[in-house]
């Protein structure tokens, strides 16, 4: 049994020996086993401290800034110089908000961000403005109708006499017809009472153009006097500026109104 056991405790120390010289264990441990983790540790120290920082930008988030009710071009500004970007996703008619003005945003105000995010905007187009529909010689019923599938309501309803129209139709519209107004505002009417020959009442002529005005002038028997032209850029040439009657007087046929005119020369 000794020498069985001598012979087997040789045979191991001989491949022990084959493989791993006395010399060599320490390099060869080393080599494949200090030097793989020392390496793997260094890896992840690296990894964990520097660069998960720069891709997760660790520590940078901050409160994103309202920028609602700011006018375009300032919450751009506002947003750049937190690093952010701003999107305009939509765009909005608005009755009280300007055109360009940010009426909302996403994420909200508050939430927490990182430089680079993307700041998504709906913008006001401003006011909706249309045109006031052709009305006069219109039952009011039907005017009515017309008004409100424009986007309007029907306004005050005054009277006068119209020789010429039938009773109880729309002689006039003030703003007149193609007058373009914010959508939801109020349309007036004059509609005629019936016939009473020698008495018309005094029309809306201020913002009417001056062949508009001098036709609607003849249907009521009235008479445009002096013209005086004013310079008003602000205008079309031949625009009524001022009458010289208030709207809704009472006159007799064939009187003279005088009016003041727009002009660019």
Known sequence: MATSNGKTNHTWRNLWTRYFPKRSIPRRAIQFV?????????????????????????????????????????????????????????EEYHPDK?????????????????????????????????AIPPLAGFSVRQAKLNIEATGLILGDIAWTFSDSLPERVVVFSYPPTGAEIPIGSQVNLMVNRGRLSGIVFMPRLVGRSFEEADSLMEQLG?????????????????????????????????????????TTE
């Open 34 to 90: 200090i030097i793989p983790i020392a390496f793997l540790f260094v890896l992840y120290v690296v990894t964990d401290s520097i660069v998960m920082p720069i891709v997760t930008r660790h520590g940078s988030e901050f409160e994103l800034p309202t920028v609602v009710d700011y006018q375009k071009q300032d919450a751009e500004y506002l947003l750049d110089k937190s690093g952010l970007r701003l999107e305009v996703t939509s």
């Open 98 to 130: 300007p055109e360009n003005t940010v009426l909302s945003q996403y994420p909200p105000a508050g939430t927490k961000v990182k430089s680079g995010r993307i700041i998504k905007v709906v913008t006001s187009f401003g006011q909706k403005m249309v």
């Open 222 to 262: 009235l008479k445009i006097g002096l013209v005086t032209e004013v310079r008003n850029e602000n205008y079309l040439p031949g625009t009524v500026l001022e009458q010289s009657v208030e709207e809704a007087t009472e006159l007799e046929v064939g009187e003279e109104i005088d009016l003041i005119v727009s």
